[in-house]
Nanobody
């Protein structure tokens, strides 16, 4: 069973920055995709950014130019650098991994809260 440990969420003022981390461990053969999704109250969970094993990335239009996703394959860790945060970025952010694992092909983190408020 894969464990995903997220960190880095919190409260930040508009215009501020946060860096999220998600470390995967246990039962990993290979990780193809690592990504971040977010879900605000009353809304669906949406993709924020995703990175594949070769380093190719995709971003939601709403975060392009402000957020940067990266990964450290040696550490099975994905990062999300979030700059110029806006109140509408506030949500629970979930880490997601897809690949070949013992027991499955996709796992989700427990979520980390990001609050953007003055």
């Amino acid at each position: 069973q894969v464990q995903l440990v997220e960190s880095g969420g919190g409260l930040v003022q508009p215009g501020g920055s946060l860096r999220l981390s998600c470390a995967a461990s246990g039962g990993i053969f290979s990780i193809h995709l690592m990504g971040w999704y977010r879900q605000a109250p009353g809304k669906q969970r949406d993709l924020v950014a995703r990175i594949d094993s070769g380093g190719s990335t995709i971003y939601a239009d709403s975060v392009k130019g402000r957020f940067t996703i990266s990964r450290d394959n040696a550490k099975n860790t994905v990062y999300l650098q979030m700059n110029s945060l806006k109140p509408e970025d506030a949500a629970v952010y979930y880490c997601n991994v897809r690949g070949t694992f013992l027991g499955g092909t996709e796992y989700w983190g427990q979520g980390t809260q990001v609050t953007v408020s003055s």
